[in-house]
């Protein structure tokens, strides 16, 4: 993965209001968030092809205690990415990236082992 300068990634609920310090703002996720236009989205950027594979959201169901398989299963669609993540990266240019999701769980969702993924693979190069 190629990243040539410090990236300051947030993970941010989509239906959040947009704000000035969001940077490059992103949906990862796979389907349209109910209820929400696209202008009230203001999203840079739809990344459906970074969200979880559709058998692999079916599976997890937001269920905190398979969580830990979610994530190792993600990790691993995630390592046959990385091109889409280096464009992704690549066009956050102001150093701001906002990774927008749909799911209630603040803490046990695909963005949160996005962010991850990419700030280990960063740490890599």
Not at 24 to 38: A, I, N, Q, S
Not at 39 to 44: L, N, Q, Y
Not at 59 to 74: L, N, P, Q, S, V
Request: net charge neutral; glycine share 4%; proline share 2%.
């Amino acid at each position: 993965m190629d990243c040539e300068f410090v990236m300051q990634i947030q993970i941010k609920r989509v239906y959040d209001a947009p704000s000035t310090t969001d940077g490059h703002r992103v949906l990862v996720d796979r389907l349209w968030p109910r209820g929400l236009t696209k202008k009230d989205a203001a999203i840079d950027v739809w990344a459906k092809e970074l969200a979880p594979s559709a058998e692999l959201r079916k599976w997890f169901a937001h269920k905190d205690e398979r969580f830990g398989e979610f994530t190792r299963r993600y990790d691993l669609e995630l390592d046959s990415l990385t091109a889409e993540i280096d464009k992704l990266l690549s066009s956050a240019r102001s150093g701001k990236l906002s990774l927008l999701y749909g799911a209630r769980n603040t803490t046990s969702n695909h963005a949160v082992v996005l962010r991850d993924w990419i700030e280990r693979h960063s740490k890599d190069n």
